[in-house]
């Protein structure tokens, strides 16, 4: 082979080895990001885990509850608690209390949210009013249950979790429940 020939091997050989580096560089890269840029702490190796789920189980949290509408509706929402002392990996229970005081049918959407935000990860709904548009009518009142589970895997840091409703009006939904019924009935025009 010529000298040409082996330059080129040599600059291959040293582009595979870079590539191959820069691969193992990117997972200390990537927890660095996660965690620093965005707080999403990754999981631990098994060794660490274990000792963190022998006291998950004697570790409570404080779950903080709020909510509210927005101003193009008109309803009262509030939580029926403000707050709540849960373990975590157990399953509960908040109510909350909505009333139409509008004089028609209203159909409502809920938009939930936790904080602190990297804490959401860890806050699981397994049944909640907000999955579905919820209709009141005129004078309705309401009580919302959501089920919620923290996992035992939230930062040992967080004591403290808040979760907010916000109900907005769906236009939409709310045009097609006060629709005349009688529309339907109309006679078609002749072709």
Not at 36 to 62: C, D
Not at 73 to 100: C, D, H, I
Not at 131 to 155: C, H, K, S, W, Y
Request: hydrophobic residues 45%.
């Amino acid at each position: 082979m010529s000298g040409g020939g082996n330059r080129g091997l040599m600059k291959m050989l040293a582009v595979a080895l870079a590539a191959f580096a820069f691969t193992f560089a990117l997972v200390p890269l990537y927890r660095i990001a996660c965690e620093k840029v965005f707080g999403v702490r990754l999981e631990k190796g098994p060794v660490a885990g274990v000792s963190e789920s022998a006291t998950a189980a004697e570790r409570w949290v404080t779950v903080q509850f709020d909510g509210g509408v927005n101003s193009k509706l008109p309803w009262s929402f509030e939580p029926e608690q403000l707050t709540m002392r849960v373990q975590p990996g157990k399953q509960y229970e908040a109510m909350y209390f909505a009333k139409n005081l509008g004089d028609r049918a209203i159909v409502g959407n809920a938009v939930p949210s936790v904080a602190p935000a990297r804490a959401s990860g860890y806050f699981a709904k397994t049944e909640c009013f907000c999955f579905t548009a919820q209709t009141l009518q005129p004078g309705e009142a309401r009580d919302m249950p959501v089920r919620f589970i923290v996992d035992p895997n939230l930062p040992t840091n967080i004591n403290t979790l808040t979760l907010s409703y916000t109900f907005f009006k769906n236009e939409t939904q709310t045009a097609q429940a006060n629709a005349p019924a009688a529309s339907a009935d109309l006679p078609r025009a002749a072709p």
